[in-house]
């Protein structure tokens, strides 16, 4: 069994940065497919970026490209989520979760069926 917690969240005021962890233990996580989602009050949790079990294949949804970084040391069986220029509408839950498929080499998964465990977030607000 894999538990993961999320760390780094926190109040910043818009344009800043955050750095969110996701520490994984149990089981080490190095052969998974890692992802980051979140979910704002009233909203379905959304899918925001992903990473392949190497780390040499990433995917981010189009709302966080070119300012969400998703990385992992998998020496550490840790995930990182770089956020810059944050906006308030980043307000959310975040949660990391891994994909269970060892060594998979197909599309990065993206949607909340593809994982199978989950931490149990940390809260980002974004003052305006």
């Known amino acids: 069994q894999v538990q993961l917690v999320e760390s780094g969240g926190g109040l910043v005021q818009a344009g800043g940065s955050l750095r969110l962890s996701c520490a994984a233990s149990?089981?080490?996580?190095?052969?998974?497919?890692m992802g980051w989602f979140r979910q704002a009050p009233g909203k379905e949790r959304e899918f925001l970026a992903a990473?392949?079990?190497?780390?040499?294949?990433?995917y981010n949804t189009d709302s966080v490209k070119g300012r969400f970084t998703i990385s992992r040391d998998n020496a550490k069986n840790t995930v990182y989520l770089q956020m810059n220029m944050l906006k308030p509408e980043d307000t959310a839950v975040y949660y990391c979760?891994?994909?269970?498929?060892?060594?998979?080499?197909?599309?990065?998964?993206?949607?909340?069926?593809?994982?199978?465990?989950w931490g149990q977030g940390t809260q980002v607000t974004v003052s305006s």
């Open positions: 149990g089981r080490t996580v190095s052969s998974y497919a």
């Open positions: 990473i392949n079990w190497s780390g040499g294949r990433t």
């Open positions: 979760a891994a994909d269970r498929r060892p060594y998979y080499s197909g599309s990065i998964p993206r949607s909340r069926s593809d994982y199978d465990y």
